[in-house]
């Protein structure tokens, strides 16, 4: 929980306004976010949180689909959770939307009561940054409302390459300080 917690603070806190500053990138993410949730249209898009009222992305990162629903739905109340230190910069990022509400938490130990939220969200967090995926997901369940919907993006493997490259990268980048794995990493996206 605390390597999580380091790991993700130093990330986001090299690129604290990432999908915010470019609107190119957001609107990739946008679109990405759209096809995993499997709705076909950007109409459809926007009508599917028309009908919600108690959002919860959980591992909100920057904030960036906090932003994206509260922007889709101004009515809609929604509730961005991380465990890092980017709470403070999704704050920050999502600062101008009224409905937007930012915690530092974590997920394993969700501070909300049961049966409150119509959606719940977790995009690319339950996989790695938990302790336990499946534990992950079972504490976010009582969260939801009676007929509320949970939207889950985890992935066991990528592809035989990808897999490779991480795995060895990974066995390298763990042994850097922070400083160092940000300075590897900058070099690596050059080449």
Known sequence: EAQVRESFSAKWSQIPTFGFDRPQIRSFYDDWFR???????????????????????????LGTKVETVCHLNPSAQVIGIDISESAHQAHINTRQYGNAHIVQGDLMRPPFREGMFDLIVSDG?????????????????PLLAEGGEI?????????????FCDDFLRAYTSQLSVEECWRFSQVMTRI
């Open 151 to 163: 939207a889950i993006h985890v992935y066991r493997r990528m592809g035989v390459i990808r897999e």
């Open 125 to 141: 967090v339950l996989h790695h940054n938990t302790r336990n995926t499946q534990e992950a997901f079972l504490a976010l369940i």
């Open 35 to 61: 096809r995993k949730l499997g709705i076909s249209s950007r109409e459809a898009f926007e009508a599917y949180f028309m009908g919600k009222k108690l959002v919860l992305d959980a591992g909100t990162g």
